[in-house]
């Protein structure tokens, strides 16, 4: 049996934009594409969504855990190289989706165990826990449990894990403050436990992320820094400007 990671971009959007593109063909060809205002604003839609439909193949291509890039696997990866855990340690993955970054940080660490939480629910309908809990066994990872939860209220006391870890999760959340989210992250972090945090964490997302850093500093975190993703060892610059991932680090960091 071989683990199933999905894609992170759903199939599912690939063929909304498809039928989008199909029904405004089909109303633009009834009302006649050059005959009337409504038949050229339809044909406009029509040449957007197909548009955004061959810019969503080739984001699929690219995440690919079985295609050439492999992007998906490669940041998963990466992001687990960052985290170390003691003998009998744990450690929690926020947002694990598909189980994938969960899974890689338990393999490399097969002496600690590894939390892996998520809502999972309608917006991502292809992730569950069932399937994290498949690629476990697929993977032959024991040492790894998943609950559901939510990002923005962790359901564990203050300085619980040995490290964190995240992959591309706290974008997705609607917020005005998702420094406050990554506060909730790290609340439940030993003293003395490392983090490893992968986002885009542009201006307009997070706002100032230097200002973060040093108020981490202050509260007296050992070490913080910020890791550009996007300048060719993880994600090309190119792939980052295409792909909407501009703005890609890793805030890694200990306790």
Not at 58 to 73: A, E, W
Not at 111 to 116: Q, R
Not at 170 to 190: C, F, G
Not at 213 to 222: A, N, S
Request: aromatic fraction near 10%; include cysteine; hydrophobic fraction near 45%.
């Amino acid at each position: 049996m071989k683990p199933d990671y999905q894609n992170w971009m759903p199939v599912w959007m690939v063929r909304l934009a498809g039928g989008a593109a199909a029904v405004c063909l089909a109303a633009s060809a009834l009302l006649g594409a050059w005959n009337s205002a409504a038949g050229c604003v339809l044909l406009f839609c029509a040449a957007a969504a197909v548009c955004a439909g061959g810019w969503m193949i080739c984001m699929r291509r690219t995440f690919s855990y079985h295609g050439k890039r492999q992007l998906s696997k490669h940041i998963i990866e990466t992001v687990a190289t960052h985290v170390t855990l003691p003998d009998g340690g744990v450690g929690l993955d926020v947002g694990c989706g598909s189980g994938a970054l969960t899974i890689a940080c338990a393999k490399r660490n097969p002496n600690a165990t590894f939390v892996g939480v998520d809502p999972w629910g309608d917006k991502y309908p292809t992730f569950s826990r069932s399937l994290c809990e498949q690629n476990a066994r697929a993977e032959n990872a024991s040492n790894v449990t998943f609950v559901e939860g939510d990002a923005t209220a962790l359901a564990f006391p203050d300085e619980t894990f040995d490290a964190v870890v995240s992959n591309y999760v706290y974008h997705n959340i609607p917020s005005k403050d998702r420094q406050a989210i990554l506060l909730e992250t790290l609340r439940v972090l030993k003293k003395g436990g490392t983090f490893a945090i992968h986002d885009i964490f542009s201006k307009s997302k997070y706002g100032d992320m230097r200002s973060f850093i040093r108020k981490l500093r202050d509260m007296g975190y050992e070490s913080v820094e910020l890791i550009d993703t996007t300048g060719g060892r993880v994600i090309t610059k190119w792939e980052a400007v295409w792909m909407g991932l501009s703005g890609s680090a890793l805030l890694v960091g200990k306790k």
